[in-house]
């Protein structure tokens, strides 16, 4: 009784969580800027968990806490000696742009986390500190990560299927980042993409699946966790369950079926390990977007592509760079003369910068037209 108690508990703060992140949104949505050829004057709302700009950017004004989140776009002053694959255009941003626009980028790499999503509304609940997965901590679960444990699972599996209810593909609109990566594919331009999230944001978005990696998995498939069953079943099969609050169970084995989420202690896809030696050796430029880098295997992969593709890194703050990323990313040619510098930088909002970059490729029209269609269906 008391177990059932706390799961309607933590639906209802699941509600709370969900609509605080709705607000959040709508504010993004008013300050959707139409890109500006001025660089780093690009202002975004500011949001709870926004943090100043770390320092390095010789060219930016940090902002203050609490002030709105200025995209910048990073301009190093290359050490002598170190020549740029990237310089000659306006900003590293702009060569990034000519690459695409000329076609010698047509096999883009896109790797993205739970950065593209907070716009939509999806709380980040495998981050510390973050909203949901700091409301969970009040529930009987023994820590928060316990959600996402086969072992907590087996014993207690409605919290998480009351969680995956409340996350459930189909109540979220895809965010201006997600469509950029659909533009990529409609032209013709993306190798792949690599998302740590498991809100299938870029399947609504009609990126086809075949370009998609779902890193950490998704709600796409289920399978029966009985061992030596492992039987699947259809999205649709498990959807019915979770909405009715049912415990979906294997008609075969009785256990537990679970939709192909990631979890702790799990193996990634086995996509995900098919994909990558291929796509990262034909890849022409990797896109990383909204992802801390601290995930393995999928934040090395940074280091898997050519010494001389150029590489763009879009986040709220630097990442993936310095003594704990041999292959990572180099932004101000640290490495010194006889190292190709090939990486751009834009600190800001995932979507204040894709569309940005959409403007600077043309496409900022089209992009604006496809999230405004997204938000109109959503709010029916
Ligand atoms: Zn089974």
């Known amino acids: 009784m008391g177990h059932e108690s706390s799961v309607d508990d933590l639906a209802r703060d699941l509600e709370e969580a969900l609509r605080l992140d709705d607000k959040q949104a709508d504010r993004a949505g008013d300050s959707a800027a139409s890109g500006s050829d001025a660089e780093s004057t690009h202002t975004a709302p500011s949001s709870p968990d926004s943090t100043p700009e770390p320092e390095g950017s010789p060219d930016t004004d940090s902002a203050a806490a609490g002030a709105p989140v200025t995209l910048t776009v990073h301009r190093p002053l290359l050490p002598a000696g170190v020549t740029s694959l990237l310089a000659g255009a306006n900003s590293a941003l702009d060569a990034i742009a000519e690459r695409i626009q000329s076609g010698m980028a047509k096999r883009i790499i896109v790797m993205a986390g739970a950065g593209i999503s907070t716009a939509a509304g999806i709380p980040d609940f495998r981050s510390p500190g973050s909203g949901l997965y700091a409301n969970l901590q009040k529930y ?193 040619g640290r490495r010194g003369a006889g190292a190709v510098h090939r990486d751009a930088l834009v600190l800001g909002d995932c979507d204040d910068a894709c569309r940005l970059l959409a403007d600077k490729l043309g496409w900022a029209e089209e992009l604006a037209g496809l999230v405004a269609g997204a938000q109109a269906q959503t709010s029916l």
């Not at 978005?205 to 079943?233: D, M, N, P, R």
């Not at 702790?264 to 796509?279: N, Q, S, T, V, W």
């Open 140 to 332: 009987t679960l023994p820590y928060p990560e316990a959600i996402f444990t086969l072992d907590y699972f087996r014993k207690k599996p409605k919290p998480f299927y009351v969680l995956a209810k409340e996350l459930y593909p189909g109540q979220f609109a895809p965010t201006a980042s997600h469509f950029f990566v659909k533009l990529l594919a409609q032209r013709g331009l993306l190798l792949r993409h690599y998302t740590q999230n498991i809100d299938c944001l870029e399947r609504a978005a009609g990126v086809e699946s075949s370009l998609i990696v779902e890193a950490h998995g998704s709600f796409h498939q289920a399978h029966c966790i009985g061992s030596g069953c492992g039987k699947e079943f259809p999205q649709d099969w498990i959807r019915e369950r979770i909405f009715s609050d049912q415990t979906p169970r294997c008609d075969r084995c009785s256990s537990l079926v679970k939709p192909d989420i990631t979890f702790f202690g799990e193996g990634l896809p086995a996509r995900f390990f098919d994909m990558i030696g291929g796509d990262f050796a034909a890849c022409d430029m990797l896109t990383v977007m909204g992802t801390s880098l601290q995930v393995q295997p999928f934040a090395s992969l940074v280091g898997d592509v050519g010494p001389s593709v150029p590489r763009l890194l879009i986040n709220r703050e630097r990442v993936g760079e310095g003594a704990g990323h041999p292959r990572g990313f180099d932004f101000d």
